[in-house]
């Protein structure tokens, strides 16, 4: 909603923004409190996501999106402002679920080893502390899977620098080709999911006994596989989970450019989007390092 | 309260204009990408005395990884964030967490 104050200048107001916030605090209040508050929450968030994006887009074209809020702190945009302090907290998220991932590596790797010195460990157990890099994970097609991830960051920037120029057939361009290359990484990841939960029995309260036996000539199954199947889909599910909402948000902005809504003094959301989806691809660095090669 | 019609404002992102490294920072990144999985993991594509994945202590391989994860996240920070152009106000934001991470893993390397 759009209205001017005496002064003339037009201030931008909207409810679905407040109605995000309410619906993300009522979903994570639940987790406390009931599930059921959660399963409320969940849904007044796709409701009020859906009603903030319909809103949005009935921008009219070549108006500015959104009026312009000023830049009351050094020169810097409200919007860019707030991008930049949500990835600040987006930066403390991941840290927490990072190191507690790897906490319980390492506390996991000196129990069992202190195991295999005592002689303690059951009979037909692997005396291994942790799965070796390629052991259970696809290294190459994950690796196939990062460079989709990096192209997606460079097309992303791509796509900036042409609305920055006004370059509008190469702008949609590389939105769409981002766009692609995220649901690809997506897909990938789905692929991946099915074929670790199904062929390789890992699960995210461990590894399927009886599929491990069956591929180890009746072995049992590792002692690690409890933390390294939690820990594998707790990492990689809410970066996934990250993705997901990124190729939304990329969906979005890509039809919005193919309406002519960017321009070349019009094109803030772009640069916010990209923020997020470069964010995302920093965080993907780490956990391919952490989760796979490591 | 004066309204700015651009939206990429700030002077340093002009000297980012005539500058922009783009397509060498994503080499750079899908290099050290496959340089990783060669030498760590593997994948069969050199014999496997010559991987420091055999050649390094477990420890020292998680060193070695975190440094080249740590360098290709500071060049998509820079460039692709923008950070190296922006204000030292945006700058600070991404700082005031990463002083809680540095803090995280001295815990870590101190334990």
Same mark, same amino acid.
């Given at each position: 909603?759009?209205?001017?104050?005496?002064?003339?200048?037009?201030?931008?107001?909207?409810?679905?923004?407040?109605?995000?916030?309410?619906?993300?605090?009522?979903?994570?209040?639940?987790?406390?409190?009931?599930?059921?508050?959660?399963?409320?929450?969940?849904?007044?968030?796709?409701?009020?996501?859906?009603?903030?994006?319909?809103?949005?887009?009935?921008?009219?074209?070549?108006?500015?999106?959104?009026?312009?809020?000023?830049?009351?702190?050094?020169?810097?945009?409200?919007?860019?402002?707030?991008?930049?302090?949500?990835?600040?907290?987006?930066?403390?998220?991941?840290?927490?679920?990072?190191?507690?991932?790897?906490?319980?590596?390492?506390?996991?790797?000196?129990?069992?080893?202190?195991?295999?010195?005592?002689?303690?460990?059951?009979?037909?157990?692997?005396?291994?502390?942790?799965?070796?890099?390629?052991?259970?994970?696809?290294?190459?097609?994950?690796?196939?899977?990062?460079?989709?991830?990096?192209?997606?960051?460079?097309?992303?920037?791509?796509?900036?620098?042409?609305?920055?120029?006004?370059?509008?057939?190469?702008?949609?361009?590389?939105?769409?080709?981002?766009?692609?290359?995220?649901?690809?990484?997506?897909?990938?990841?789905?692929?991946?999911?099915?074929?670790?939960?199904?062929?390789?029995?890992?699960?995210?309260?461990?590894?399927?006994?009886?599929?491990?036996?069956?591929?180890?000539?009746?072995?049992?199954?590792?002692?690690?596989?409890?933390?390294?199947?939690?820990?594998?889909?707790?990492?990689?599910?809410?970066?996934?989970?990250?993705?997901?909402?990124?190729?939304?948000?990329?969906?979005?902005?890509?039809?919005?450019?193919?309406?002519?809504?960017?321009?070349?003094?019009?094109?803030?959301?772009?640069?916010?989007?990209?923020?997020?989806?470069?964010?995302?691809?920093?965080?993907?660095?780490?956990?391919?390092?952490?989760?796979?090669?490591? | 309260?004066?309204?700015?019609?651009?939206?990429?404002?700030?002077?340093?992102?002009?000297?980012?204009?005539?500058?922009?490294? =783009?397509?060498?920072?994503?080499?750079?990144?899908?290099?050290?990408?496959?340089?990783?999985?060669?030498?760590?993991?593997?994948?069969?594509?050199?014999?496997?005395?010559?991987?420091?994945?055999?050649?390094?202590?477990?420890?020292?391989?998680?060193?070695?990884?975190?440094?080249?994860?740590?360098?290709?996240?500071?060049?998509?920070?820079? =460039?692709?964030?923008?950070?190296?152009?922006?204000?030292?106000?945006?700058?600070?934001?991404?700082?005031?967490?990463?002083?809680?991470?540095?803090?995280?893993?001295?815990?870590?390397?101190?334990?």
């Amino acid at each position: 909603m759009v209205s001017s104050n005496a002064h003339g200048q037009e201030h931008h107001t909207s409810i679905w923004p407040f109605l995000v916030a309410v619906a993300t605090g009522l979903a994570f209040g639940g987790l406390v409190i009931h599930l059921a508050l959660t399963a409320f929450g969940v849904g007044l968030f796709v409701f009020a996501v859906g009603g903030w994006l319909h809103q949005d887009s009935r921008v009219r074209f070549g108006e500015l999106e959104g009026p312009l809020e000023g830049h009351p702190f050094f020169g810097i945009s409200t919007r860019k402002l707030g991008i930049w302090i949500f990835l600040a907290s987006e930066i403390m998220f991941f840290t927490g679920i990072l190191s507690n991932a790897f906490a319980l590596r390492v506390r996991t790797e000196e129990s069992i080893l202190a195991m295999i010195t005592a002689g303690t460990l059951p009979a037909g157990a692997p005396a291994s502390t942790w799965a070796a890099p390629g052991q259970i994970l696809n290294v190459p097609l994950t690796a196939v899977n990062t460079f989709i991830l990096i192209l997606s960051s460079f097309t992303m920037v791509e796509a900036l620098k042409s609305a920055e120029r006004g370059n509008q057939a190469a702008m949609k361009g590389f939105l769409l080709a981002t766009f692609l290359l995220g649901a690809t990484f997506v897909s990938i990841q789905a692929y991946e999911y099915q074929k670790l939960y199904l062929s390789e029995g890992l699960r995210p309260w461990g590894i399927d006994p009886a599929l491990w036996a069956e591929r180890s000539g009746g072995a049992l199954a590792p002692l690690w596989g409890q933390t390294f199947g939690s820990t594998f889909y707790v990492q990689t599910g809410f970066h996934g989970a990250h993705v997901s909402g990124g190729v939304l948000a990329l969906g979005f902005l890509t039809a919005k450019a193919f309406k002519g809504r960017y321009s070349a003094k019009n094109h803030e959301a772009i640069e916010l989007v990209g923020l997020y989806w470069h964010f995302v691809d920093v965080v993907w660095i780490f956990l391919f390092t952490i989760v796979y090669l490591v | 309260m004066s309204f700015r019609t651009e939206t990429t404002a700030h002077p340093r992102r002009a000297k980012e204009a005539h500058a922009r490294p =783009y397509a060498k920072v994503m080499v750079a990144l899908a290099l050290v990408t496959l340089f990783e999985v060669v030498m760590f993991t593997p994948v069969g594509v050199i014999p496997a005395n010559l991987q420091l994945l055999h050649l390094l202590t477990k420890g020292q391989i998680l060193l070695v990884l975190l440094a080249f994860a740590a360098f290709k996240a500071s060049l998509v920070a820079a =460039y692709y964030m923008h950070l190296k152009y922006e204000s030292r106000w945006i700058r600070l934001i991404p700082i005031v967490p990463l002083i809680g991470v540095a803090a995280l893993f001295a815990t870590f390397a101190f334990k």
